[in-house]
């Protein structure tokens, strides 16, 4: 867990990556970073409904992060050579996992908190749907700023690899973009993690292609929040 | 080291007590971890005052719980979150660093202690008294922030993001091991029921001021 959270080993994987140097190696140890940390994270995520979901999740988080960088690897790798950053795939796929992998470090690191408040609060039932819309909240709110400080570092590195301001910040704004807008529809289509108070434990929805995260947020969750606060 | 040394230098030269981790062995940590949690007992023994009796060895007991439980729970946070910012710690540095933190929470507590104690024999109202709790709470956090600051120079917006958590974290703790400032006759000492902060804060706002009028005639 160490490797990538300090500064001195994160340069170290970083110049390899640059250079195309053990790139294989280091994406092992991304992708080993992404699924160990990640299921943990997940566990503590599924644990309010009970242990069937906390498996899930388990399984299901390191999938989100990892489908999330398939998927947009190919539009990172072809953006990244239209504005001037010439790298080959491997080289993209790896710098397409440090922010996820970054992620997963942040996420876990948050698992005993997560933990404690799974225990102490009341367990899911028709009448908890508060509880369960500002659960669910505070779960995306944490991995979308887990997500964002992953991203930040990877700005840097563009920087360093291209040395343009500017262009870095142009392919590091469209890479954010791109796993924002993928990574929330993949994460509604394995949903549920938390789980839901009126339906049964399943590992994916039979619906699970149907809408999208962002229609549930502000048709579900925001407005229902709204009405509590009395607005 | 002992305690008060330890605390004495923390409160007037905390730089050194940050520069000097690595030449400083363990019980420099220890020193100011015990100091700490002597700061919290005294807290905990004036805060329990509202109510008198038991109540006093109650929060004697679960303030220094809450404030190390929570510690305890946000420590990988803190040490992922400063290290991502750029911190390089050792671990006895890290150790050090998270000591002077309690401290400087601990000795803020007891500074506000004689405050606090002066509106816990006067007040009648729960909700006044919660409500400066956590107001204390949050200027000792700030205080400590600062020596955090000190301690993982670059990391101030992470040690903020950390602060906050902290701060929820504390206050679903305190939510967790309750009651903790009343106690009725007969109930056990951790309700079985759970419940998440909002709702407790919720219920000290409607408690019921025929407790208050037999405060007021005990």
Redesign the interface.
Known sequence: M?FI????QRRQLLDDVRADVAVGRHLTTLVLTIVILGATYGASLGSWHDGRLALYAAIKVPLLMLTTAAITAMFNWIVAALLGLPLRMRQTVALSLVPLA?AT??A??????TW??T?????PSAAQRT?HN?LYLTHTLLIA?AGI?GTS?LRRILFDICGDAVRATRIHLLWLATYAFVGGEVAWALRPFVGSIYLPVVFLRSDALHGNVYEFIVTDILPHLWRQLGG | MNVLTALNELLKRPDDTIGRAEERGPSHSVALFTGALACYLVYGAAAGLFQGGWTVAIALFKVPLIIIASL??????L???T??A?A?YSPRAFALALAGFSGIAGLILLALMPVVWLFTVSSISLLFVTWMHVFAWIVALIFAAQFLSRAATKAGTAIA?WII?LFF?SL??T??VRPVLWHNAGEPLFKQ????F?SHLHQVSVWKPAEAVKKVNR
């Open positions: 160490q959270a300090v500064a001195a970054i470090i942040i876990a690191s948050l698992v005993p908190v404690f408040f225990l102490s609060l009341p367990p509880l500002l700023g400080t570092f | 305890l729970l946000c420590v990988p946070s040490y992922v979150f290290t991502l750029g390089d993001f958590l974290v679903q703790m939510t967790y029921e759970k419940e998440s909002f």
